[in-house]
Structures are given as C-alpha cells and as structure tokens.
C-alpha cells in the first residue's frame, strides 16, 4: 500500500492489542474509492493463524433484516448451540433458522460477541465493509458488540462513507494520499503532464487514480491532447469516477450490460438465481462472463457473484434507463423461491407501477414478518411502501399510521414526525395521539406530549381509551411538572362514564388523581389510592415502570425497588436492552431513596454504559442526575457539577434533581446561601421532587436564618401520609431544628427507619446542636455514631462535615473506615456479588449483557484487588454488599 504507513501501524497496534486479549473496535471512514476496503484487505493479510469473518452491506440489502450479519456468522453458525439459550434462539431467528421471534437487535449483538468469544483461543477478527448500505439491524447489532468488546481477543473493523463512526467506537479518517504516493501509484509510463493532471482531478483518491488513468485514450497517453478534458469540472472525484465506469458499461455489448443491470438489482449474489433472471431478459452465462473479463464482476467458485467496486454495482444500475431497471427487478422475482418471499416483494413493488393492491398485501406481509422479528425499521420501511401502492385512502392511512408506529419503536424521530405528517385526519385518534407524544417525549417536551395525548382523549369516542389516554397524559405531565395539563386531564377522567368493566382503568385513575395533587403541591393527606393503583398494576408486567413511579411518589421506595428490580429482571430474561436503561434509571432512583448507594450508583452507571451502546443519548441526562446526587453524597465536587449541568439540559423532573445534587454538595460543604438557593430551585420545577429535598432546603434555610416552615410543613403533611418510618424520623429532625428542642432529636432517633444516610444526618445534626449547647461528651457519642454510618453508605462529604464537627469537641476523628469491596469498579462489583450468589461466567454475561470472557477478566480483576482466591471466600466478602 502507497502513503498509508500511518494506517497501517494503526491497523497493526488494533491488531496487535486483539491478540494479547485487549479487544479493539475500530471504523474507518472516508470517501468512496479512497482505500478503505484496501485497509481491510491489509488487516486480514496480517492476521496470520486469526479466525477471520468478513461481510459488507449491499445498498440494495437495506431493507432486509440482519442481511450483513448473517454472512459475517455464516461460517460459524455451527457453534450456535455453545451460546445461552436466549441468545441461541435470537441469532437462529435473526439468521433465519428458526421461526422464534427475536426479543432485540441488541440481544442478537450479545449474542454475536458471545459467539465470536467461544470459536476457541485463536484470535477473531471481524471486517464490515460498506456500512453506509448495511441494513440497520446488522449494523445496530455489530456495533453494539463493538461497544461491549472487553478481553476476548476479537478485533472488529469497520469502514463506511459520511456520518461518521459509531458511538463509542474509535475512528481513523483517511484522506486522499500524498502527491508522491498518488504519483507512485500511477507509475512512470504517462507524461509528467498528464500525470499531474490526474494528480489534480483525483485529489488524491486511489480509485480515482487508477479508473481515470486508464480511461485515457492512446492520444492523452502520449500527451499530445490536454489530459482529461472530459472530466474538468465533473465534479468531486468519486462522482468522476463513476462516470468512467458509466462509459466503461457503455463500451460494453448490450447483453452483457443486461446481465451487469441484474447483477446490481440483485442483492443475493447467487449465480444460480441471476442465471434465472438473465434468461427471462435474454442473456446467459456467456453475458455474465464477458462482464467478469472486463473484470466489472468477479464469480467464486461456490458460485457466488459480486461487483469489484460497489461504485461499478451503482454505475450498472443508474446507468440503465427505469423501464429496464423495472424489467430487472420483476425477472429477479420471478427467479426468487419461496425461501426469499421478503425479497421477491420488494423486487415486485421495484418492478411494478403504483397503485398495485396485491404488491401492496405482499409488502404489508413483509412488514408482519419483520415485527415478529423485532425489527422495526425494516417493517416501519415496508408498511411505509405498501401504502404507496394501495388506492384506498383508509387502507393508506391505516399502513402509513402503522409505519409510524415501528419507527417510533426503532427510534427513529425525524421519520415518525414525517410520517405522521402524512396520516389523514380520519386516522385512529388514539394511536395517532401516542404517536404524536412520542415525538414531543422524544424532543425533551413531556408538557407539549401530555397535550397532545389529552387532545386525542377529545377525538375518542371509546371511553375506555379515552380514559388511558388522559392517564398517559398526567403521567406525561408529572415528569414535565405540568400542573394545569394534570388537572386539564384529571377533569375529563372524571367526565367519563366509564362502563363497570372498567374497574383497573378506575383503579388506575384515582391513582392519577392523586399525582395531578401531587404534581399542583396541593397537600395530600391520604396516599391509599396512589398505593392501590400501583399494587394493581404491578400485576401487569406492562405496566411496571408506572407502579415503580407511583411507588416512589407515595413515598414507598422499598416498594419501588422491589418493582424495578422486577423490571429490570424482565429486560435481561426477555434480552429487552433497549428498554434496560429507563428500568435500571428507575432501579437506581429507588436505591437512592433507600439509602443504597453502592446499589444506585452500579444500577446508573450501567444505565448511562447501556444507554451509549444502544445509542440512546436521550436518555443519558436522566441518568446523568442521579449520579449527581450519589456524586454529591460521596463528596466528588467536580463529578457532580458537572453532572448536574449535563442533567439540567434535561425535563423538569430532572433538572429538579440535579438542583438537588447540587443543593446536597453545598450543605454538605456548610455553604448554607448557596444550598438554600438552589434547593429553593428544587420545588419550582418539581413538586415532587421537592418534597423529597424539603429536608435539606429546611436545614440550609435554619442555617442561613431564613424561614422554612412552609417547606417544613409540607413535609411534615406528606410524612404523615406516607406512614413510612423513614418519613416519620425526618419529620421529628425538622421539628427540632426548627424548634431548637433535642426531645425531637430524640424521637427521630427513636424510630427503627433502616436509612443509614438519613439516620447518620439527624445524628449529625443533633451532635451539632449538643456541641453548641456545649454537652461536649453527648456531642462526642452522637457524631462518632454518625461517621461510622457515613462510613457505612460511603458518603465522605458528609464524613468530612461529621469529621470536623467531632474535632471541634476537642477529640481526634478516626481515620476513615474501609471496605475491600469499594476497592471494586462497579461492573466489577456486580460481576462479584452475582459469582458470589452462585452464578457462572456464562450466566453472568447474559444477566449482565457481556461475554463470558469479559466476565472471567472482571472476576480475575476482583479476586486481586479483595486478594482472594476463590468464589468461596467470595462470598463471604460480598456478603455486606449485597442489596438487603
């Protein structure tokens, strides 16, 4: 390879890395025909005694589900069976060998590492050229695996035109060579001339080089005619080179540019299938082999055909006129067995002019298919195409409406927003109105997507759905803390006559009743309908995430971490990845609130790992909150303020909780101004979060000498309807800061609340307060208490708060107490509690979506830092930190 010695050194270093078990991802991006397959081809020539797998995407292949990665696995396949039984069923699927739906794209991503990561020692290497044609599903897959690449000695290289590199994964961009390397590759057999002048028209593109070079005509060689006057001005050098190949087709007989056409409408690449086709439009094998003697083809010797530049498949293929690409596409249809239905569809709808009614049943039939297999953009695409072919307005709308639906299940918002742009008013209001609220939700406007679902309450004469509707609204609502939509949506609950079947959709209602008071600041004295609502619908795993939120906002966080424990249970037995992250959110804010702090902290940052890997960036500012309060806790300032930046950009609810975090790490640091202002924060943008925070707003007010008996009182109102210990033992410490009276610190400390964070805070306080009133040796007994708790849930801040306080008495702290299992990473940390519980390597990954390898490389990194050297004396560690 010319000028491209840095290239390689860093396709080697990837390589080298792989081999020692470091696995590397890396994607390659640049123009077409600027050398990045090249590259590719250099790191296979160098992976000597490698497991090598290649596969590339085909532009017509877009629309097919897992098309790339079926080739890429094809020649492992048979170790299928090695893999958990989840992941086994969902790659079968994906490849076609089974008729189980596939749970995820991203489980079948999981379950392609794993498979790579059991071929045996020798090490893998994966090539996935033209992602830019690759269809989505394979491409969301791979580069999922990428992302969750540890130490199983696999190298993945990838390499795509335009949008750049995956998240995540590393880029190496490659330019057009140098003038002496471009002039290298054209070698001393043209003038100096014209070797500058193709120099200058290929701007350093490989392909260019080569194609418009041998595109001279025996006049140009010699220099006697400008070089290349039919390129000047042509436009960039792939757009150039594609023109020669246009006139390189041209050259060619006019069979075998039939048979070229076929080739290119094809996306199976087998020869068997092309020679059929070829023969309806009156070509032959002999066609076929005057285009691989113009090296336009190249045929292996298991029969399977390819273009030797994607540009030459594309040139082939704009170059004929519509009526013959038609006349392709409908010869490959016919030629297609029933074991390729989807892609004889899509060749009709290719061939036949709109309106067609039955080429739109078979593409509604492709689109079916692809739900069951989980992949939503393919369906949303062919829903979206046999709309087009149907006459009939409602059928239209109906595919259209569908369409939308799936891309909104494949997350991909400017296409819903385009498509639900094009549904008819007469539309189903109600799935119309879910769809609209996705893309409001989506665009961070939870307010204007409980808007939206409460007009289409409006619009619904079934009063049923009208009603879940208008509960979806006020949920909405609550994360946006809107309290007019709330009530707005409360109000037409109320109106609705709903039919006595209806007894959960009741049920249900009285809770969102409930949350619209919540939601207003209203005070609320009786919690038992929010309680009820979300015991009942806890019993629907559907609607977990709801009883989860309904839990937390009664009050009840042992309850709310049972259910999102529940929940994230069912995303990992199910391969739910996608929908991993808002569970482990939830998870990880019950944990919180339950004084898990460890817990919360593994739960959200798997959540923020997750979300990165699926390439949901939407949900990162959720996450990037609670971990600005754990941050808070803990005593890491920079982590939480940065944090709560990254959280502030979010919703309301969010933003409340980063005005938390950041309110949290001024108390802790006694700057009481600043923690009352931002605390002051908290309530005006979430009234529920705020009563969560009131504690610390009322401190921070005491402190600064300003007033808190509202938020004292409000407080005090919801304990009361809480009726948990927790909340009752907070109540008492407000009254005695605010009253000034120890007996209340004494009663605080009198209840059995089980939150060592919140019990550790009242002892603090009140030895604050026996040090002021100079009972130095009571002070002495009630801060030395109040640091081993601190010591308990690590929260050094307020450590360091107790530390300094105990010191004022006259007494040295004790050096701060330590946990071998907080030497421990947090993936770590899960990976040894789940070894400790019994678990395999192999079990473990699938719990914690890795491969086995990964694992064993966590549990070897665990076994180090605790300096053990078994899962016997495992388990004994771990046992403190296991969640109780």
């Not at 009253?739 to 009663?747: G, I, K, M, S, T």
């Not at 009571?778 to 307020?798: I, K």
């Amino acid at each position: 390879m010319l000028g491209r010695l840095d290239e390689q050194r860093e396709i080697d270093r990837v390589l080298g890395r792989a081999e020692t078990g470091r696995s590397q991802a890396l994607f390659v991006t640049g123009d077409a025909g600027i050398g990045k397959s090249a590259l590719l081809d250099y790191a296979e020539s160098q992976a000597t005694g490698w497991r090598v797998l290649r596969t590339r995407g085909v532009e017509s292949e877009a629309a097919i589900p897992f098309g790339a990665l079926q080739v890429l696995i094809r020649p492992v396949l048979s170790q299928v069976g090695k893999l958990p039984t989840g992941q086994a069923i969902a790659l079968r699927s994906a490849c076609g060998l089974a008729t189980s739906a596939i749970c995820d794209r991203f489980l079948v991503g999981l379950a392609a590492l794993t498979l790579l990561s059991e071929l045996g020692d020798e090490p893998v290497l994966c090539l996935i050229d033209d992602t830019q044609w690759m269809d989505r599903t394979s491409l969301d897959a791979l580069t999922f695996a990428a992302r969750r690449l540890h130490a199983e000695g696999i190298a993945m290289i990838f390499a795509g035109r335009g949008g750049g590199p995956a998240y995540g994964i590393a880029e190496l961009a490659l330019d057009g060579l140098g003038e002496d390397a471009a002039a290298a590759l054209l070698g001393e057999s043209l003038p100096p001339q014209v070797r500058r002048r193709i120099i200058a028209e290929a701007q350093g593109n490989p392909l260019a080089l080569l194609e418009l070079s041998a595109q001279l005509t025996p006049r140009q060689r010699e220099g006697r005619l400008g070089a290349l006057p039919s390129y000047v001005d042509a436009g960039a050098p792939t757009r150039r080179v594609q023109r020669a190949f246009h006139e390189q087709i041209a050259a060619l007989p006019e069979a075998t540019q039939t048979a070229l056409l076929v080739v290119a409408a094809d996306d199976t690449g087998e020869l068997a299938v092309l020679l059929r086709a070829a023969k309806q439009l009156g070509c032959d094998a002999a066609d076929l082999a005057a285009a691989e003697r113009a090296t336009m083809i190249h045929v292996t010797a298991d029969g399977v055909v390819s273009f030797r530049h994607p540009l030459i498949r594309s040139a082939a293929y704009h170059a004929a006129p519509y009526f013959r690409r038609q006349a392709a596409h409908l010869a490959l249809a016919e030629a297609l067995d029933d074991s390729h239905t989807d892609r004889r569809a899509w060749h009709r709808a290719a061939g036949r002019p709109a309106p067609d009614e039955q080429v739109s049943q078979e593409l509604a039939g492709v689109a079916v298919r692809a739900q069951l297999q989980q992949d939503a953009a393919a369906a949303s695409a062919a829903f979206e195409r046999a709309a087009e072919f149907t006459a009939v307005p409602d059928r239209r709308t109906e595919l259209l409406l569908s369409a939308a639906e799936q891309a909104m299940h494949a997350g991909q918002l400017p296409r819903v927003e385009r498509m639900a742009a094009r549904v008819e008013e007469s539309a189903d209001p109600a799935r119309l109105a879910r769809v609209n609220a996705w893309t409001s939700g989506e665009r961070g406007h939870p307010s204007h997507a409980a808007r939206r679902l409460v007009e289409g309450a409006r619009r619904v004469a079934d009063p049923e759905v009208a009603g879940q509707l208008l509960c979806d609204a006020i949920r909405a609502a609550s994360v946006g803390g809107s309290a007019s939509i709330a009530r707005e949506a409360e109000a037409g609950l109320r109106a609705l006559a709903l039919p006595p079947a209806s007894e959960m959709l009741r049920v249900q209602a009285r809770g969102m009743a409930t949350v619209t008071r919540l939601i207003e600041g209203d005070p609320v004295t009786d919690l038992a309908d929010l309680r009820t609502a979300a015991v009942r619908l806890s019993a629907g795993p559907d609607m977990l995430p709801l009883a989860t939120s309904l839990s937390l906002m009664a009050g009840d966080e042992c309850t709310a971490r049972d259910l999102a424990t529940r929940f994230v249970a069912r995303c990992r037995d199910g391969g739910w990845i996608g929908v991993l992250p808002d569970a482990l959110a939830l998870l990880a804010q019950a944990q919180m609130l339950c004084d898990q702090h460890a817990e919360a902290a593994a739960a959200a940052q798997e959540a923020l790992a997750v979300s990165c890997d699926t390439q949901q960036q939407h949900r990162v500012g959720q996450i990037s909150g609670v971990l600005a309060w754990l941050a808070a806790v803990r005593g890491d300032a920079r982590s939480c303020l940065d944090l709560a930046v990254r959280a502030s950009r979010d919703v309301p609810s969010v933003q409340a909780i980063a005005a938390w975090a950041v309110g949290l790490h001024h108390l802790a640091a006694c700057h009481w101004e600043q923690a009352r202002v931002h605390l002051m924060e908290v309530s005006a943008k979430h009234a529920v979060v705020g009563l969560f925070a009131a504690p610390d707003l009322v401190e921070a007010a005491v402190r600064s000498g300003q007033s808190a008996e509202k938020a004292a009182r409000g407080f005090e109102d919801w304990a009361a309807a809480v009726k948990r210990p927790w909340a009752a033992s907070v109540a008492a410490r407000l009254k005695a800061i605010t009253a000034n009276r120890p007996l209340h610190f004494e009663e605080a400390l009198g209840v059995a609340a089980d939150q060592p964070f919140r019990t550790a805070r009242t002892r603090l306080l009140y030895g604050e307060w026996l040090r002021r009133e100079r009972r130095r040796g009571d002070a002495r007994r009630q801060l030395r208490m109040a640091l081993e708790l601190f010591d308990q849930v690590g929260a050094g801040a307020w450590r360091a708060r107790a530390s300094a306080e105990l010191e004022a008495t006259g007494v040295a702290a004790p050096l701060a107490g330590g946990r071998r299992a907080e030497l421990l990473t947090a993936q770590e940390r899960q990976v040894a509690l789940l070894a400790a519980a019994g678990l395999s390597n192999r079990q473990i990954g699938s719990r914690l979506f890795l491969s086995p390898r990964t694992v064993g490389h966590h549990l070897s990194n665990a076994f180090r830092k605790l300096g053990i050297a078994s899962r016997e004396e495992l388990a004994g560690v771990m046992t403190d930190m296991a969640p109780q």
